[in-house]
């Protein structure tokens, strides 16, 4: 059975800037790391592997050099890496990228002949912050969609059962699906493992596949910018005024932080 | 029964045969460990031989050394005359008496004198380890039995003098206080009666010997007596303030989980420790009830060798864990995870054992083999590899302390020095004060200086320290490289961290910095009359200077800052108890920053209550960590008065007119 783990690489948003004259994000020397909720879907995925013995395949879609977040992950443990890149599938919204990764599901358990068990995704991207991906490909492979997940109870792949907490506001819902199901995770999920250097030397040369568009065939209509019906028209940071800087602090902190609370008196900011 | 060669002869023979075959079967596991280790030399390594195992230099640091050296000299006459005994119990007539006198008396008043003091230190040992012991679990029968067996060669030597001298037969007698003394008494008895004593004497002292050989020396901590000697020849080239570097390719193991992966080196130190407990005595982990015993460490290597020495050899696996929970021969991983990487084990070895690369080598093994380590070390070491800074804070806020004033990027050519921030000193809110002073006092002598601003990566001191080499290689040749492309070759440092990890780590990337920390660049420059003072300060009290252990201990930089303090403040700093090269760490350094501590007492509480019983109004501190945990320390205490200032901003506030 397959465990199979969605993951994307996303900009370290903590560094993004946007540029106020195009509105478009620098992307310029800003790292990529695998986005934080998907290293958990990533890990339990690999705990899956560990426990049952299910194969954890790692699948993400984006640029050839989103290669490195799947070489990440074969670092931690995952059998096999599968990267769908294709200049077609670029520009995607949260619809055509479920098209796509539904897609490359169904075809991983055509070229293994192993049935699909869980999907795990993270909850949401830290860029993008939708959280539709994740049901998005449920609805389109027909699985049950486990969101927010911070606990497996328990899985019984033989009578193909599994039980789960939900992590909702304020409360928890303990929920029991057939399989196969897609799970999203909660940071409480789990700790993501940290890659042994042997494996991390054995990433480094292992094959990450790329499919195309040619592999995956699908309807070009379907997918990339063409397949969304959303888009961007604007990306921008909301005004503020720029700060103003009282006293200073390091000759005369306590006549400083005076000045500071009787500004903050005055704007009515502070309640005595 | 006479000293009788036919009887003597097979049975020291066969003690001699059995000593050199143990030393064979149990040092020969040495050579189980890893190559490589350079030495200084055999010059270089006899002079240290001398200067630390003849003249015991670090022993003699402690007030009961003394006695230590007298046994020791008493070992080196032994050696002479059991060599003589030894000789002439296989042989009657090679005896030293067949020496002209010249020779003959000097060789006999030292024995007896020598011998004479041997015992009297012998009495004050048993004593010491019976009343005062160096430490308490120090009261072994091993000990015991080495001290004995030490005073009954004593006393046989004198049985067997005084019954020489009482018999006629000691031309040396009248240079022999002691054993004339004895020899008089001896003197009423009746021939026969001195033969038979004479005879006990001999023979005890022969079974005195046989032990030694047989026992003693091969099978307990008195195989010190060569292998400590061989330890201090054997010193190493430089300084251990670094750690040997790692080659990442497939199929190899990193680090040490199994005894064979330490060093030959490693392996043989564990058989030159003798136990004395110097290192555990000034362990700040030991000190506040951590697991670690850097003794105890060195102690487990050897059981381990011992243990699983002959299997590996045979090609057998290992029985006994190097790194596991129990028993004799295991270290436990808390134990590991406690070092705080300050050296003061290895300053306080009188023979240079040096326990910190092998822990080094034992969290190598953790965090690279295994990825197991405590779970508070996943977060710093995802920061370092992701934003390379510990906290994981954007790079682009290294250049934040910088609003306030003006700071040229570092150029070639245009500047001279690159002042290399560091992670503290641009995130930590607090040393980015001690930042801003230090460019303030650059400006004010007028150094050209610059700095690399959002490019500037993190050293990776801490991560080569928890044994994360893997990440920390990476990052080491990233800086490297970068230092190389913008052509940097002097830079100053506020962080001892930074400071060593510049200085002595990245030499193994191929790179010689001129690195210089603030503290040492401050002095130079009040001592060249380039930085001027406004004011002797005041205000800040009395000031007491705490030694970070990468600046002094490891670097060996003491002076600067007390002479800093002395020129600003016209007065040297007070000094806490245990300064210098007994300096007490503040708890951070070794990763121990990032880690939790839970076990025991809080290092640094250790070491603020030892500043605040000197009544300090200011502790002065030259490195961002000690900053931390002082501050931290002082608020534990509430001991709000009393104020943590960085060197810099002691001199900062002499270059401000007086308030």
């Not at chain 2, 295991?330 to 240079?352: K, Q």
């Amino acid at each position: 059975m397959l465990a199979i783990a969605c993951i994307k690489q996303v900009p370290d948003t903590t560094q993004v800037k946007i540029d106020p004259a195009t509105n478009t994000l620098v992307r310029e020397g800003i790292p990529f790391i695998v986005n934080p909720y998907d290293t958990h879907a990533l890990e339990e995925s690999l705990r899956i592997k560990d426990r049952f013995g299910f194969r954890a395949v790692a699948l993400s879609m984006g640029p050839p050099n989103a290669e490195a977040a799947l070489r990440k992950a074969l670092s931690m443990g995952a059998d096999d890496a599968i990267l769908c890149s294709d200049r077609c599938f670029g520009g995607a919204d949260t619809l055509s990228t479920s098209n796509v990764l539904a897609s490359a599901i169904k075809r991983i358990a055509q070229e293994t002949g192993e049935e699909v068990g869980i999907v795990f995704c993270g909850k949401q991207t830290i860029d993008g912050d939708t959280a539709q991906v994740g049901p998005g490909i449920a609805v389109r492979l027909g699985f049950t969609q486990l969101t927010l997940v911070d606990r497996i109870e328990a899985l019984d792949p033989v009578n193909r059962r599994i039980k789960v907490r939900r992590k909702l506001e304020g409360r928890y819902e303990v929920v029991e699906a057939p399989l196969p199901v897609m799970i999203t995770a909660v940071r409480e999920l789990n700790r993501p493992r940290y890659p042994s250097v042997p494996m991390r030397l054995a990433a480094a040369d292992a094959q990450v596949k790329v499919w195309t568009n040619e592999v995956l065939r699908m309807d070009a209509n379907t997918v990339g910018l063409k397949g969304s019906p959303t888009w961007v028209s604007r990306i921008f940071s909301p005004e503020r005024d720029k700060g103003e800087i009282i006293g200073d602090g390091l000759v005369d902190p306590t006549g400083t932080a005076r000045l500071l609370i009787d500004q903050l008196l005055e704007k009515d900011l502070l309640a005595v | 029964m006479h000293p009788n060669p036919a009887i003597f002869t097979p049975l020291i023979l066969a003690a001699l045969a059995f000593f050199a075959w143990s030393l064979y079967r149990r040092l020969g596991l040495v050579t189980l460990g890893r190559p490589g280790y350079s030495f200084r030399g055999i010059g270089e390594g006899l002079r240290e031989m001398f200067l630390y195992a003849f003249v015991q230099k670090r022993v003699l640091r402690q007030g009961f050394g003394f006695n230590h050296l007298i046994i020791f000299w008493a070992f080196i006459v032994l050696v002479v005359i059991n060599a003589e005994f030894v000789a002439s119990g296989i042989f009657p007539a090679a005896r030293l008496a067949v020496l002209p006198d010249f020779f003959y008396v000097p060789i006999r008043f030292l024995s007896d004198v020598m011998s004479a003091l041997t015992l009297v230190a012998i009495v004050l040992a048993l004593v010491r380890r019976t009343i005062f012991p160096p430490y308490p679990e120090a009261r072994t029968f091993e000990s015991y039995l080495i001290l004995c067996l030490i005073g009954v060669h004593m006393i046989a030597f004198f049985g067997v003098s005084a019954a020489e001298i009482a018999m006629g037969r000691e031309r040396a007698a009248a240079f022999m206080p002691v054993a004339s003394f004895l020899g008089n008494l001896l003197s009423g008895l009746s021939d026969k009666h001195i033969e038979a004593t004479f005879n006990f004497y001999w023979w005890l002292h022969a079974a005195a010997l046989i032990a030694f050989i047989t026992v003693l020396i091969p099978f307990t901590k008195h195989l010190h007596v060569f292998t400590a000697i061989v330890n201090c020849f054997l010193r190493r080239e430089e300084k251990p303030n670094t750690q040997e570097p790692e080659v990442f390719e497939k199929g190899r193991i990193f680090g040490a989980g199994q005894v064979d992966r330490l060093g030959w080196k490693d392996l043989f130190d564990s058989f030159a420790c003798t136990k004395c407990g110097r290192c555990q005595n000034v362990c700040p982990a030991g000190a506040t009830g951590k697991p670690l015993n850097p003794r105890q460490v060195i102690n487990d290597i050897r059981l381990n060798l011992l243990a699983n020495g002959p299997l590996l050899k045979r090609g057998g696996a290992a029985t006994v864990p190097l790194i596991g929970e129990e028993g004799e021969g295991s270290v436990c991983e808390e134990a590991i995870w406690s070092c705080t990487s300050c050296g003061a084990c290895m300053e306080a070895c009188p023979v240079f054992i040096e326990h910190l690369p092998k822990l080094v080598e034992m969290r190598r093994h953790l965090v690279e083999m295994e990825a197991k380590f405590p779970e508070e070390l996943l977060n710093l070491f995802e920061n370092m590899e992701q934003r390379s800074n510990p906290w994981g804070i954007a790079p682009g806020e290294r250049t934040k302390w910088t609003s306030l004033l003006e700071v040229k990027p570092f150029e070639k050519g245009a500047t001279e020095y690159l002042f290399y921030v560091g992670c503290a000193g641009s995130f930590d809110s607090r040393s980015k004060q001690v930042t801003v002073n230090v460019a303030t006092i650059l400006d004010a002598a007028g150094i050209s200086w610059g700095i690399l601003g959002k490019d500037e990566k993190c050293c990776g001191d801490s991560l080569r320290r928890l044994g994360n080499e893997y990440v920390f290689d990476r990052m080491a040749r990233e800086n490297v490289a970068l230092f190389r492309e913008r052509g940097v070759t002097k830079v100053i440092t506020q962080c001892p961290h930074c400071f060593t990890t510049l200085k002595n780590d990245y030499r193994q990337y191929g790179i010689e910095l001129e690195v210089i920390h603030h503290s040492e660049l401050i002095q130079q420059l009040l001592d060249a009359g380039r930085l001027k003072l406004n004011r002797q300060v005041s205000e800040l009290g009395k000031i007491i200077l705490h030694d970070s252990c990468y600046l002094g201990r490891h670097n060996d930089v003491y002076e600067a800052p007390r002479q800093v303090v002395t020129k600003v403040t016209g007065a040297a700093p007070a000094e806490f108890d245990r300064a210098r090269e007994e300096s007490f760490c503040c708890g951070a350094g070794g990763g121990r920053m990032w880690m939790e501590e839970q076990t025991g007492t809080r290092i640094n509480l250790n070491r603020v209550t030892e500043a605040l019983s000197k009544n300090p109004d200011t502790i002065c501190v030259a490195c961002p960590y000690c900053m931390t945990m002082f501050e931290d320390g002082l608020k534990d205490k509430q001991a709000g008065q009393t104020k943590v200032r960085d060197i810099a901003e002691v001199v900062a506030e002499a270059m401000r007119p007086a308030r």
